[in-house]
């Protein structure tokens, strides 16, 4: 598998701040890019997902960005609040030859602080 | 939205005990199912990818023999720890593929199994 290279691995922001995590790939074959949001002790729930032919996608307070010449995709978190802290995941898929695996990065454990 | 379950969610076994752990999607059948293994403060391993009623394809490095996967319906797939020991200690997650769909249909993450091997 291909490798997908997230940072930073921790993160600290102000409650009321902006949260970025980016991550970077290789094979330019993926085309599915979700982002998970892990909370200790549990399986990790899909935040919000992207498709290569969009530039960015927007979902409440979480938005995606994507660069597809730099291969290069980041979530950003608006007006993060205590309740984000988490460890969020992005991924990248391959659906040829009905493979479907998810390749993930290697996390970045976010501390969002009153 | 589509609810995958797993059980137990942990288990404490003892040195060369097998350990079987069930991944259940509720809502919806599931065509693939994966498990990952997750280590303190690190990033999800897919172990192996398993389809209904075929064999599971494992990654490289897991032993087959040991991590034993039966996925017999579209809604059960179970992983079991033959022998365990104690640096089989991990968290265990599956996902489940709802079947039929084709394009980015999404996978569903179990809520994760905690094993101990003593």
């Known amino acids: 598998q291909q490798q997908v290279k997230q940072s930073p691995q921790s993160l600290i922001v102000q409650k009321g701040g902006i949260s970025i995590i980016n991550c970077a790939y290789e094979n330019t074959a993926f085309d599915y890019f979700p982002w998970y949001q892990q909370f200790p002790g549990k399986g990790p729930a899909l935040l919000i997902a992207?498709?290569?032919?969009?530039s960015e996608k927007k979902e409440g307070r979480f938005t995606i960005s994507f660069n597809k010449s730099a291969k290069q995709f980041s979530l950003h978190i608006m007006d993060s609040q205590p309740g984000d802290s988490a460890t969020y995941f992005c991924a990248a898929r391959w659906s040829g030859a009905g493979s479907y695996q998810l390749t993930f990065g290697k996390g970045t454990k976010l501390s969002v602080i009153p | 939205g589509a609810v995958v379950s797993q059980h137990p969610s942990r288990v404490i076994c003892k040195s060369g005990t097998s350990v079987k752990i069930e991944c259940r999607s509720l809502?919806?059948?599931?065509?693939?199912m994966f498990w990952y293994r997750q280590f303190p403060k690190q990033s999800l391993m897919l172990m192996a990818t398993?389809?209904?009623?075929?064999?599971?394809?494992?990654e490289q490095g897991v032993e087959k023999d040991k991590f034993l996967i039966n996925h017999a319906s579209l809604t059960l797939s179970t992983l079991t720890v033959t022998s365990a020991h104690p640096e089989d200690s991990s968290f265990y997650i599956c996902?489940?593929?709802?079947?039929?769909?084709?394009?980015?249909?999404?996978?569903?993450f179990g809520p994760g199994t905690r094993l101990t091997v003593l």
């Open positions: 996902s489940a593929r709802e079947a039929g769909l084709a394009g980015y249909n999404e996978q569903f």
């Open positions: 398993s389809n209904e009623g075929s064999k599971a394809t494992y």
């Open positions: 809502d919806f059948q599931a065509t693939t």
């Open positions: 992207i498709r290569p032919d969009v």
